[in-house]
């Protein structure tokens, strides 16, 4: 073997190992895209109502994964910028975001070192501003697809009935709803 061939594969060997030590896969390995949404177009509303925050979390079942629209305001400016995830649970009758439990973390990846968005599929699947980015408030419009969201009940991506909370900078939980389906 020639030694810049050598060098070559060596260079290779390194960059795979450094770009792999930057992602934590779950337990369950790393997320994968969700083809079997039963009702493309089919639409949940998380509708956010407190009195501060108001607006939508808009999850439409697409082909691949799920389309979210996120369109709120009364976001506080000085506690940005926030994160929004998917947690577990919905939210309770008495609107305690606490009791929403953790993220919806289906692959069992935890949330450090936290995700890595150029590797979504490595993230909690409820990690939605770890993969899309965070919010600045007051007022925010933002649309993207998450292939690893489900709007079937058998995947384990599920987001039907779970809530969405917005966290502050610190992590506090300021405003959580339920995505529910509409019609």
Known sequence: MHLTSLLGLLAT????????STNTTGKLGDARPVRNNPVIGEVWVAKFDSPTVKGFVTAVANTVGVNYTIDVTGLPVDQGPF???VHLRPVPADGNCVDTAGHLDSYLRGDSPPCNSAAPQTCEVGDLSGKYGTVTGPSVVKSFNDPYSAL????LGYIGNRGIVFHNGNSTRIACATLQKVG
Request: without cysteine; hydrophobic residues 40%; proline residues 0%.
């Open 152 to 155: 079937n009940v058998i995947n």
């Open 13 to 20: 060997a390194t960059l795979a190992v450094s770009q792999s």
């Open 83 to 85: 994160k929004y995830h």
